[in-house]
């Protein structure tokens, strides 16, 4: 180190020197005072832009709120519109099925009695009509009624003018079977068979079902199935299973299902496994749906195709 190196160190500083970087110091203070209020007014400039962006975010959220609102009214406007428009066809639809059954029954000699009480719980004007088409046309010998209602009537009128015929009802409500008797007169060869109703598992639902159907219809077949029981408005998986679970040992080679309520879903599922059985054992099918203010489906073999066109 040089000597006037080292006599800097030890020597103070002089006075103009000293105070001429005292002001340095004063005006870097004073620079950094105003940058840093500079910088306080940028960050409360940022602030209340962020606050109104955050107004801004909660004004549009909730105009998608309320527009969502809007959509999900016009949603079930549209729904509930859709919905009249279909019970106006399917009331349109019905009028004329009842025109064409009341047309195509005239002049039958072995339906006598034509008072009967169309939809709600029991068949509709498509239903009866399919019904009768199926009696009057096929001339079945071997019945399955399931479910004790409109089509025991029509049916039973049928069975009443041929001994032939074998007419075997299903129903569970002991009180409805003696209402129904005690108005209308069965014929010897239609029975009714009560059984009780159970739950059971079908392909992870729980459904409604005939106590002992299977072993009471083991050794039998039919060459017609009306299935219009147990109800099955609660079903939303499957229902009246007690058939399905039967094919094909049930049936005749030469077989007609009718199966009331198809527009639902359980009904409509039921269908479906209905013709996956059929389909793994071989048995070429037929269906058709007839639409009034419900629908029934008719299952036939091929032989019988016609019926699904009627």
Known sequence: MSIKEYLKKIIPMPFNSLNSRFEILLNNQEKIYNEITENKKWEEKIYNEIAENKKWEEKIYNEIIENKKWEEKIYNEITEIKRRENTIQRIASENNWADVYNSTIEGCDWLRHRKFSPGRWALGYSSLYVLFRVLDDVRPKNILDIGLGQSTWMISQYAAVDSKVNHTIVEHDPAWIEFFTRDHLLPENSKIIQLALNMTEFKGAVVREYNSFK??????????????????????????????????????????????????????????EMKAALTENNINYASGVYSGMKDMTVLCSESLKFLTTM
């Open 215 to 272: 072993e009471t219809f083991m050794d039998q077949k039919f060459d017609m199935i009306s299935i219009d029981g147990p109800f099955g408005g609660d079903m939303m998986n499957y229902a009246r299973i007690d058939v399905l679970k039967m094919i094909p040992g049930i049936l005749e080679e030469n077989f007609i299902i009718l199966l009331d309520d198809t527009e639902r879903s359980g009904e409509k599922n039921t269908i479906n």
